[in-house]
């Protein structure tokens, strides 16, 4: 499968082939128009909703006309289909909840039904997933009538909601860190990987690796962006790399990096979306903030990093991060080589559509939107 496969619309969520259904309810509150698709919203993973949609000749997206009611899931539904989506080697479940959770509601959100008796099943066919889920119409009691109600009356046995949708592998690897087990790495590069032009947002121009990784652009080189997280601190780190695209549109895997690599603690790629929410900036200053390797060399001295500054700047090529780090013994080749403390310049960018892919966040899509505008 090629990269422009990928079934994901402009604001980075899944489009399933799929549909939903169920009967005609008494007041014809819950219309459900013809569809093809399911919507399934990656950010939080907790709705789901009819669409019909169709693939953007510019961009290569998706562009999605969401019809009907939304599905709004119990948190256990949610967590596992969202875990089997993100999953290295998914696994066919079966899965019977009886508690209540989720709500079917209504396209103008003016009246919902409590919805129980939930049960998922999940099918795994050459890393093609096939999700099917069902859950009955409760019936509610007059007490607690607000906004919710007995749409379908009281019937026996109860009504209930059928979503049928698949999800393909190379789906998975542009939104998810999944290998794409098709792709022969053997396979040279159909070209080097150049910067996107500042016209669009192009599914082809995603920087993202037949594993799943993804990268950022710098002058001449890709830097695979790596965050190693725990319960305590984020750690980023750069890692340098000269790489091209395969036929089938994913990055190659590059098999060794292009020094300095650059461990960065304290913040990750999430503090980068969040300054551009606000500040725009930020400055570490007094402390140990990660460590620089700058060459394959055995006898080089620590070099640590004691302040950084970051700036971010959100424009028609996508997300640019400059980052100035102060280093302990920063190598100068020159009339005096030696390593000395002094700063370290340098600048990643994450191109329009590995955003939508990987950062669907609100407020950067809105920021690609008002662009878009001011283009035209």
């Given at each position: 499968?090629h990269?422009?496969?990928?079934?994901?619309?402009?604001?980075?969520?899944?489009v399933?082939?799929?549909?939903?259904?169920?009967?005609?309810?008494?007041?014809?509150?819950?219309r459900l128009?013809?569809?093809?698709?399911?919507?399934?919203?990656?950010?939080?993973?907790?709705?789901?909703?009819?669409?019909?949609?169709?693939?953007?000749?510019?961009?290569?997206?998706?562009?999605?006309?969401?019809?009907?009611?939304?599905?709004?899931?119990?948190?256990?539904?949610?967590?596992?289909?969202?875990?089997?989506?993100?999953?290295?080697q998914?696994?066919?479940?079966?899965?019977?909840?009886?508690?209540?959770?989720?709500?079917?509601?209504?396209?103008?959100?003016?009246?919902?039904?409590?919805?129980?008796?939930?049960?998922?099943?999940?099918?795994?066919?050459?890393?093609?997933?096939?999700?099917?889920?069902s859950?009955?119409l409760?019936?509610?009691?007059?007490?607690?009538?607000r906004?919710?109600?007995n749409?379908?009356?009281?019937?026996?046995?109860?009504?209930?909601?059928?979503?049928?949708?698949?999800?393909?592998?190379?789906?998975?690897?542009?939104?998810?860190?999944?290998?794409?087990?098709?792709t022969?790495?053997?396979?040279?590069?159909?070209?080097?990987?150049?910067?996107?032009?500042?016209?669009?947002?192009?599914?082809?121009?995603?920087?993202?690796?037949?594993?799943?990784?993804l990268?950022?652009?710098?002058?001449?080189?890709?830097?695979?962006?790596?965050?190693?997280?725990?319960?305590?601190?984020?750690?980023?780190?750069?890692?340098?790399?000269?790489?091209?695209?395969?036929?089938?549109?994913?990055?190659?895997?590059?098999?060794?990096?292009?020094y300095?690599?650059?461990?960065?603690?304290?913040?990750?790629?999430?503090?980068?979306?969040r300054?551009?929410?606000?500040?725009?900036?930020?400055?570490?200053?007094?402390?140990s903030?990660?460590?620089?390797?700058?060459?394959?060399?055995?006898?080089?001295?620590?070099?640590?990093?004691?302040?950084?500054?970051?700036?971010v700047?959100v424009d028609?090529?996508?997300?640019?991060?400059?980052?100035?780090?102060?280093?302990?013994?920063?190598?100068h080749?020159?009339?005096?080589?030696?390593?000395?403390?002094?700063w370290?310049?340098?600048?990643?960018?994450?191109?329009?559509?590995?955003?939508?892919?990987?950062?669907?966040?609100?407020?950067?899509?809105?920021?690609?939107?008002?662009?878009?505008?001011?283009?035209?």
């Amino acid at each position: 499968m090629h990269l422009r496969d990928a079934r994901v619309d402009l604001e980075g969520r899944i489009v399933g082939l799929g549909s939903m259904t169920y009967p005609k309810d008494d007041a014809d509150a819950f219309r459900l128009p013809a569809h093809d698709n399911i919507c399934v919203d990656v950010r939080d993973g907790s709705t789901l909703r009819a669409t019909a949609s169709s693939r953007d000749p510019e961009s290569g997206f998706l562009v999605s006309a969401l019809v009907g009611p939304l599905v709004i899931l119990p948190k256990l539904i949610k967590a596992v289909i969202l875990e089997t989506l993100r999953a290295y080697q998914p696994t066919p479940l079966r899965l019977q909840s009886t508690d209540e959770g989720g709500q079917l509601v209504a396209e103008g959100f003016a009246q919902y039904q409590p919805l129980s008796d939930w049960r998922l099943e999940i099918d795994v066919d050459q890393n093609c997933l096939q999700f099917r889920l069902s859950a009955a119409l409760r019936m509610i009691k007059p007490s607690e009538l607000r906004g919710a109600g007995n749409y379908w009356g009281t019937p026996e046995p109860a009504v209930r909601i059928d979503i049928v949708f698949t999800v393909d592998a190379v789906t998975r690897t542009a939104l998810f860190t999944v290998p794409l087990t098709a792709t022969a790495e053997s396979t040279a590069p159909r070209s080097l990987l150049t910067p996107p032009l500042a016209n669009g947002v192009r599914l082809d121009d995603a920087t993202i690796d037949s594993r799943g990784r993804l990268y950022a652009l710098t002058a001449g080189v890709a830097v695979q962006l790596v965050e190693l997280s725990s319960t305590d601190i984020a750690t980023l780190v750069l890692e340098h790399y000269s790489v091209g695209r395969l036929p089938n549109g994913v990055l190659a895997s590059p098999p060794y990096p292009v020094y300095p690599r650059i461990w960065l603690d304290a913040v990750d790629l999430a503090t980068m979306m969040r300054l551009c929410d606000g500040a725009s900036s930020m400055d570490l200053k007094d402390g140990s903030f990660g460590h620089l390797q700058q060459d394959r060399e055995s006898d080089v001295p620590t070099q640590s990093i004691e302040k950084a500054s970051f700036r971010v700047r959100v424009d028609e090529s996508g997300l640019t991060v400059t980052y100035h780090l102060f280093v302990t013994n920063l190598w100068h080749q020159g009339g005096e080589s030696s390593y000395r403390p002094d700063w370290l310049d340098g600048a990643f960018a994450l191109p329009w559509p590995t955003i939508v892919l990987r950062f669907p966040r609100r407020h950067l899509l809105s920021w690609r939107r008002r662009i878009e505008r001011r283009r035209a």
